[in-house]
């Protein structure tokens, strides 16, 4: 799948906007960060020279932050100066101003040996020419917050991936209408938007369709998008003509399925114009089981990031059966004991979900597990 994923072309953005984004281009320092020897704390800029035991000291001035004190200290002079603060040329050493007492134009101090120096070097946190973002990183608060330490009011990021959601079947009700009896209510749209929103990708809700070959081929084919993902009609029923539908629009298959529990029915392809196809279940937890295995590193990866998924480990706080052939991406709970698989693990069940906040992995034919024994985790992203 991810051999289709060329990266998108990038665009700039203002770093309010670049939230969740891939950076396209390095970040790289065009000065020390901080650009100057600033104070770490409330106090006295001073020579250490001058104050190995108690001493007095000529008060000549103050540094506060954005606005330092420019002369040369000399021997025997005190500089008054605020955390953040340029430390004075001359001056190698900030006391704290709880111990020095201050008269007029006097500051008494008490001795400091063995004191560290309180002052935050000149490019301490970062210097210029130094690469602090690399191409293919995801952005977000923090990273942000470094780009703007830098200087930088917009990033070059890749443009977000188009992906048009189609769910499929004539037993779907739209939320909010009256479902018929032998209906139920569409739900992996409602899921799978804020995922695709969160993974950056800008998602498209498409009308759903019933089991008609000609309206899921109509559906698709004018609309603008790097990725179609279909949800339900996925498998090899009388009623599964998705693909058929497809057929129609020159698909070509690149996965047929997948050697996963649950979601083997899931499928990928291209059409004849190029654009991508991802063919989830229509279970709403195999389609989001899927969604974040397959559909992730997609979205991701047409916007040139470096990693799309991250293995934890944590240990069972239950034991496990042995697995049968396929991999099983199980519906999980981590707690202060470890993580727990729920006992119900049906892919129609859209509460254990719900309930989820990881995915436990169990590899094909993986025998049975104890309880302490340390398995793989995918975890869920939830607050």
């Not at 942000?144 to 830098?150: E, I, K, N």
């Not at 539908?245 to 499928?267: I, Q, S, Y």
């Not at 990866?301 to 099983?328: K, W």
Request: hydrophobic content about 45%; overall charge negative; aromatic content about 4%.
């Amino acid at each position: 799948m991810l051999a289709r994923a060329a990266a998108l072309p990038a665009e700039a953005v203002a770093l309010a906007e670049a939230d969740g984004r891939v950076l396209a281009d390095a970040i790289v320092a065009t000065r020390n960060q901080p650009p100057f020897d600033a104070s770490a704390m409330d106090g006295w800029a001073v020579r250490r020279a001058d104050v190995g035991q108690a001493a007095t000291l000529i008060v000549v001035g103050e540094s506060a932050a954005g606005r330092g004190y420019a002369p040369t200290l000399l021997t025997g002079e005190a500089v008054r100066i605020f955390t953040g603060a340029p430390v004075p040329a001359g001056a190698d050493l900030v006391v704290i101003q709880e111990n020095a007492e201050r008269d007029g134009d006097l500051v008494r101090m008490g001795p400091v040996e063995g004191a560290g120096d309180n002052i935050r070097p000149r490019g301490g946190d970062f210097r210029a020419g130094g690469v602090l973002l690399e191409p293919g990183t995801r952005l977000d608060p923090w990273r942000l917050s470094l780009a703007a330490a830098a200087g930088r009011a917009s990033v070059q990021v890749a443009r977000r991936p188009r992906i048009a959601v189609l769910a499929t079947g004539e037993e779907l009700a739209a939320p909010g209408t009256e479902a018929g009896r032998f209906q139920i209510y569409e739900s992996g749209s409602a899921g799978l938007l804020p995922m695709i929103r969160r993974w950056g990708g800008a998602p498209t809700r498409l009308a759903s369709t019933g089991d008609n070959a000609d309206a899921i081929a109509a559906a698709v084919r004018d609309i603008e998008a790097d990725v179609i993902v279909t949800v339900g009609g996925a498998s090899v029923g009388d009623y599964d003509l998705v693909k058929p539908a497809l057929a129609t629009l020159g698909l070509e298959l690149d996965v047929e399925t997948v050697n996963v529990r649950p979601g083997k029915p899931t499928w990928f392809g291209r059409l004849g114009d190029g654009r991508l196809v991802l063919g989830l279940p229509g279970n709403p937890a195999s389609a989001f089981v899927c969604a974040e295995l397959f559909l992730r590193p997609l979205v991701l990866a047409l916007q040139g990031a470096t990693r799309a998924i991250h293995l934890d480990t944590a240990r069972l706080a239950a034991p496990l059966p042995a697995n049968g052939p396929r991999e099983h991406w199980m519906r999980a709970r981590l707690g202060p004991d470890g993580v727990t698989a729920f006992a119900d693990q049906d892919s129609s069940l859209v509460t254990v979900f719900a309930a989820a906040d990881a995915l436990l992995r169990r590899l094909p034919g993986a025998p049975a597990a104890r309880a302490g024994e340390t398995v793989d985790i995918l975890r869920l992203d939830r607050a």
